[in-house]
Structures are given as C-alpha cells and as structure tokens.
C-alpha cells in the first residue's frame, strides 16, 4: 500500500495539485495500484486555520507518509507576517525535517515550445538536463553566520561554507545513480580553484564515482558552467554541485524550458521524497483556471520513478504531457497563437493528460 500526504497550499498550488493528483489516481486505479492519499493544509491556508504555517499534525503526516506531493505556498495575504509565520516557513520545514538533501531540477524542451525559450532554436533543440542541488548543507546552513559588530563602528557580514564527506557523498550516490537510468554523465560543479571546501567536493565525488564506472563523470568550475549552459545546454547530462551554484545554475537552467509551469522538481531524502513544481503560488492567476498543471503534474511522474521505482507509470505520465503539447494544447503561459494550438484552461489540461492516458 503506497501512503501519500498532498500538500496543495495556496493560490494555484491547490489547481495545479489538484490535476496531478486526478492524474495519479487514473493512473494507478487503471494499473490496480493500492494506495491511500490523506491531505492537510499547509502555508498561508494552515495559518487562516491554526495561525501558524504547519502543524505538528501536518509533519507527522509527511513523516509517515512514503512520498509528499506539495502544490505552492504563499500570497500578498501573508506577507506582512513575522518571518516564522509566513507561508514559505511549512516548505523549508519540511525539507529540514524530512532531511531532503538531494533537489532534483530536470530542465528539458519539447520540439512545439521551443519559441517560448529565449534562446536560439539550434542552441537549444534537443537540451535535456538534470540538476542534482544539494539541498540541506553548504553555506546556508554553515556555521558562523550572522552580521558583527565591530571595535572600530563597521559591521562584518559572515556566512560559512562548510561540506562534510557524508554530506558530499551521499548527494554524489544520487547523481550518479540518476545517471545510470539516462546518458550515463555526471558533471561535478565546484569552485575548487579557490575554495577548500569544494575541492574536498571534488576529490569526494571522484571517490564515489570508483563505484559507477559505467558512469563518465567530468568536473566543472562553476563560473565555466553558468556560461556553458547558455552556449550548449545540450551537452549536459546530469549536474550535481552545492546547495548555492545548484540554486542559481537551476533556475538558469530553467529558461531553457521556456515557462517556469512547465518545471517539476524533487526533494529526496533516499526513496521518501517531497514533489512538486517549481513555480510558486501565482497569485496574478490564481483562481482563475489559467495555470499550467503541466509541472505538478510531470513531479508527480518524477514521484513514480524515484520513490516507487515505477519508471513505466511515470513514461506513460511523460509520453501523454508530451502527446498532449504535439496535439497542441498550451495553456496561457506556452501560447503562442501558432496554427494547430488550443488556449487550454488548468482543469482541461489534466483532463487531455487523463485522455491522453486512456489511449
Ligand atoms: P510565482 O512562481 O508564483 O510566479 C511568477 C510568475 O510566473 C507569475 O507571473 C505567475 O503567474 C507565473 N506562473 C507561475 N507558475 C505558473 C503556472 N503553473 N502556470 C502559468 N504561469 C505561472 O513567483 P512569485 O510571483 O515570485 O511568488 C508568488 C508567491 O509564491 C510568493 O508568496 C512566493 O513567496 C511564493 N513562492 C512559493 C514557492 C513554493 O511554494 N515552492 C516558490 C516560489 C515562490
């Protein structure tokens, strides 16, 4: 019996979640899945309830779940509250409690969206990449930090970088694992030229990798990456590096993909992981059927595969959104007015991916 929490959040969190969620229960009512899905309320929606962002009893249910589907938190409602109050704190608890040290940003383009990436067609045409940030270490957890006074009046500013060889280790295990169920390439990201603690990254993950020598792993030095990435996204396979270059190498990695509804994201700690997209709450369109489900509904497809080993459910969840983009299917942040699309509302969108799954 697979237990699952749902999350859905604020905004278009409970839109989007709500279609991934229609879609996972097709799907393994259709290939006799047992499994038990329990919600609770989390964000600014637990705060309306319980004034504060998450509950004990919300945690505890993503504790014992096997897998967490998580919509977007957040809104201009709770943005004046304390920093522990506001909606965003459910999200970090979580991953800090659950210990999700591994955040999985796949970013790829389908052929029909390619004019919604700002990059040149034959830049990007064919990019299918795999972020693999460390997600629960590195300098914004390390200790000292803070802002000092000093004798002479000025003030010093302090954040510490700091990487253990577990931490190290157990992020590379999961890179390279990824990268033996696609093209068998991992690219290591540090900044080893200048910091000591990413060049025991270095050496660590070259140590893990004595244990995948089906997998070719190269190193990078970040600022190398960040414009590798604009000039041949294509050339990458999977990316694994620290908690900071991983958090801006992703979402520039993101722009490749063209619209951020398109993203889905994992945070894994083992099997037991959190899914979800990586956009936020939108409250510009939120209420309104105008969100693309498409990256909640992908994560849940990332949900199959990395905690249930279920690659063949989450190929068709992939193959019907890819089915569904060719028949021409956009919702309002991949239209283009091109001949042969349809401007799709939210709800129609999870009900094509659902038609789709039925063929
Ligand atoms: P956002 O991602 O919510 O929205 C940015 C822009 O992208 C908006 O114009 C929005 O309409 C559009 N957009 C986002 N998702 C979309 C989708 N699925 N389909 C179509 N368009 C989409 O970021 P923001 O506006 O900076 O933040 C809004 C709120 O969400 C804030 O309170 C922020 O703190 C929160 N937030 C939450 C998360 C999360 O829960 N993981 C992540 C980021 C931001």
Request: aromatic share 8%; charged share 30%; hydrophobic share 40%.
């Amino acid at each position: 019996m697979i237990k699952l929490a749902l999350f859905a959040g604020d905004g278009i969190g409970s839109e989007v979640a709500g279609e991934a969620v229609n879609v996972l229960k097709f799907l393994f009512d259709s290939n006799s899945v047992r499994y038990e899905i329990e919600e609770d309320l989390v964000g600014g929606a637990s705060y309306d309830e319980y004034k504060k962002p998450i509950t004990e009893k919300a945690l505890k249910l993503a504790k014992d779940a096997d897998a967490v589907i998580f919509g977007a938190v957040g809104g201009p409602k709770w943005e004046s509250l304390p920093i522990e109050l506001r909606p965003e704190k459910a999200l970090l608890t979580l991953r800090y409690d659950l210990e999700l040290y591994a955040n999985l940003r796949p970013a790829r383009i389908y052929d029909e969206l390619i004019d919604a990436s700002p990059l040149k067609k034959e830049v990007v045409q064919g990019t299918d990449m795999m972020i693999v940030r460390e997600l629960t270490g590195g300098i914004y957890f390390g200790q000292p930090r803070g802002v000092f006074d000093l004798d002479d009046g000025q003030k010093k500013g302090v954040n510490t970088l700091v990487y253990t060889t577990k931490e190290i280790e157990r992020i590379a295990k999961i890179a390279f694992e990824i990268a033996r169920k696609r093209r068998k390439k991992v690219l290591s990201v540090d900044k080893a030229n200048v910091l000591e603690c990413t060049e025991l990254w270095r050496n660590v993950v070259a140590g893990v990798a004595k244990d995948y020598k089906d997998v070719e792993l190269t190193n990078m030095y970040v600022d190398n990456c960040s414009m590798q990435l604009i000039r041949q996204p294509k050339s990458f396979d999977v990316i694994v590096t620290t908690n900071m270059f991983g958090d801006i190498l992703s979402d520039e990695s993101s722009m490749v993909a063209g619209s951020i509804g398109m993203l889905p994201s994992a945070s894994l700690n083992g099997k037991k992981g959190m899914y979800e997209p990586i956009h936020g709450s939108a409250p510009d369109i939120a209420g309104l059927n105008k969100a693309n489900p498409l990256a909640a509904i992908l994560s849940v497809a990332m949900m199959l595969r990395y905690s249930f080993d279920m690659d063949n459910l989450a190929e068709k969840i992939e193959n019907a959104v890819e089915r569904v983009i060719k028949n021409g299917y956009r919702t309002a942040d991949i239209y283009s007015n091109a001949a042969g699309t349809k401007l799709t509302g939210t709800k129609e969108m999870g009900m094509a991916v659902i038609e789709e799954l039925k063929k």
